[in-house]
């Protein structure tokens, strides 16, 4: 079974601090990887991507990608109270479709 | 800037009716999928389709379902015959060749 864990959360942390999402996942055919940020009743927006391992950065988010460990993780610096949503990663294999498998997200909450 | 968009917003409907959910995908992409969220649960994958064709389905997306792309624009799931364990937040989501996906603001589906 191909699966992406996460920890649920809640993640809390205090306005200006650096919050960090762990993900780690399965299937080592694995090639791509994408932070999601979902608020509630709402569909999940790009945070970013990342394809190689090592960091990329964009803006406060900071992604980082260990295939050898089959972990990826997500760095926010300077957390803003509008940060406070869920996180989702999602992974995809190199197959005809595709698809994204998901994690089950991580509640993160910024208190001001 | 181009968005994936929904429609209907909300459905409500009785236990072994047919739904169509719509969806019209980004205009230049080429793939298309269509994910459900059950309340409180993770992001899970039901279709892919490219070149008029579906090229990869979950276990979820048995006879009871089916997708359509009637036209140049529109992208449709069909239930045929709705369950009460089908209620759930329905995303489409499309894609260019490059892997990011982007993700409709969703149909959020209530069989009673």
């Known amino acids: 079974q191909k699966e992406v864990e996460q920890n649920s959360g809640p993640l809390s942390v205090p306005e200006g601090a650096i919050a960090s999402l762990n993900c780690t996942y399965s299937?080592?055919?694995?090639?791509?990887f994408f932070w999601y940020r979902q608020y509630s009743g709402k569909s999940p927006e790009l945070i970013m991507s990342?394809?190689?391992?090592g960091d990329k950065e964009d803006g406060r988010f900071t992604a980082q990608l260990n295939k050898a460990s089959q972990y990826v993780s997500l760095l926010i610096r300077d957390s803003q109270p509008s940060d406070s949503a869920t996180y989702l990663c999602?992974?995809?294999?190199?197959?005809?479709?595709?698809?994204?498998?998901f994690g089950p997200g991580t509640r993160l909450s910024v208190l001001p | 800037e181009p968005e994936v968009t929904q429609t209907p917003s909300h459905q409500v409907t009785q236990m072994g009716q047919e739904v169509i959910l719509r969806c019209v995908p980004i205009?230049?992409?080429?793939?298309f999928y269509w994910y459900r969220q059950i309340l409180g649960q993770k992001v899970e994958f039901l279709v892919s389709?490219?070149?008029?064709?579906?090229?990869?389905k979950s276990e979820i997306f048995d006879d009871q379902f089916s997708v359509e792309r009637p036209d140049g624009s529109n992208f449709t799931l069909k239930i045929r015959s709705t369950k009460l364990e089908d209620s759930a937040m329905y995303f489409c989501?499309?894609?260019?060749?490059?892997?990011?996906?982007?993700f409709g603001p969703g149909t959020r589906l209530l069989v009673l």
């Open positions: 299937d080592r055919g694995s090639q791509s």
């Open positions: 999602a992974v995809t294999r190199y197959n005809y479709g595709q698809n994204f498998v």
């Open positions: 389709f490219y070149n008029n064709e579906i090229s990869e």
């Open positions: 205009s230049n992409h080429l793939y």
């Open positions: 990342i394809y190689s391992n």
């Open positions: 989501a499309s894609k260019e060749l490059q892997e990011t996906q982007y």
